[in-house]
Structure formats: C-alpha cells, structure tokens
C-alpha cells in the first residue's frame, strides 16, 4: 500500500506517517508537485489556518491536487484539509480552497468554548466506505475552531452545539475533521479504509 503526504510546511506530519506505517503503508512525504501527479492515493493533513491554502498555490501543489482528484486518485483530507475541499472558509475570506465542494466553511457560532478540542461522538450515515467497521457513535478526537456544513455527502455528522460535517465521501474524494492518527482504534480502522480503497 502506497500512500503519498502532502508536506506544506505548517505542521507535524510525524503522527500521521506513523500511523500509516503501523498499518503497513509505504509512506511519502513530499511538497513536489511532480510526485503529487504520480501518486496512488494522496493524504493532505491540515494543521492551522485555512490561510496556508497560499503556499499550496504558490508551489504549484493546488494545482496537482486538483488534478488528482479530478483524474479519480484517492484522496484524504485531514482536520484543515477537510475543510480545504471546499471553495473557502471565513476564516480566510479571499483564499480558495480546493474547491471539491461549493460550499464555503465557517467558524462555530458564539455560545460555545472555541476551538472544540477533545472526543466527541461520531453520527455515522449507511452506506459509507470510509467509515466501514466503526460503529455508529464510535469517538473520534477533534480540535478546530472552523467546520464545514452538512452537505449530500455528509457521512458523519458531530454535534458541538449545532451540527457539522465529521467525514466527508464523494467518489474518490474524502475528508475527516478529526484527528485519526489520534483517534485510537476509530481512526486506524479510517485509515485501513483509505490504504484499501480502491476506486469502482
């Protein structure tokens, strides 16, 4: 199993690589566009703000991951990079995200603690491969101030005072807004499911 890292420079990816590696990956960590465009599935962890979409457009990577995603190549979006498959976020009017997805992120409405750190409950819809074997109700850990809104492909919902969008599943296109690498056996089994998948 081949499993390609998207390395922007605003994050720890050791977690993550650990993880895939624990499950038998074969793991490559890169910000060259050129093995972006040659991968077998590509994981894109997003850690920070929405902002650092820039330096993916900078380098030429926004690019090549379009193109992956358009050409059917699994691709996983973690936390950020969740949020990243949608056309923006107010947490960065005027930065595009990748655009997946039409809709556009927004910040938790006043009334709760931000940012929503911790375990929180997992709503899992039927019918989800990306998801397959985690229980419904199964925790996951989360820490994120900005979410995305429960869109038709939507196959987990969490509830931090309203409802958002945990995992996200169209095609060949995924997105989680926790943390997996940190999500004990949950997380493994989301990650077994990306290292699997293979596209119909």
């Known amino acids: 199993m081949l499993a390609t890292v998207i390395d922007y420079k605003a994050g720890n990816l050791t977690s993550v690589v650990k993880a895939l590696r624990h499950l038998g990956a074969q793991v490559t960590v890169t910000e060259s566009p050129f093995e972006i465009a040659g991968a077998e599935r590509v994981i894109l962890p997003g850690v920070g703000h929405f902002s650092a979409t820039v330096r993916l457009e900078k380098t030429g990577m926004a690019t090549a991951l379009r193109d992956i995603i358009g050409r059917g190549i699994p691709f996983l979006g973690i936390c950020v990079g969740l949020q990243w498959l949608f056309a923006g976020s107010t947490e960065a009017p005027g930065c595009g995200g990748l655009a997946a997805f039409p809709e556009s992120c927004g910040r938790f409405s006043p009334g709760r603690k931000i940012p929503h750190v911790g375990w929180n409950s997992l709503d899992i819809r039927p019918g989800s491969r990306l998801l397959a074997g985690v229980p419904n109700g199964a925790f996951a850990y989360f820490t994120h101030s ?11 919902a969490t509830d ?33 499911n990306f290292l699997e998948w293979r596209t119909c």
């Open 160 to 192: 931090y005072g309203e409802p958002f969008s945990a995992a996200i599943e169209r095609g060949n296109v995924m997105g989680v807004q926790f943390h997996p690498e940190k999500s004990g056996e949950t997380g493994l089994q989301v990650l077994r």
């Open 146 to 156: 900005y979410c995305a809104p429960l869109i038709a492909a939507t196959v987990a």
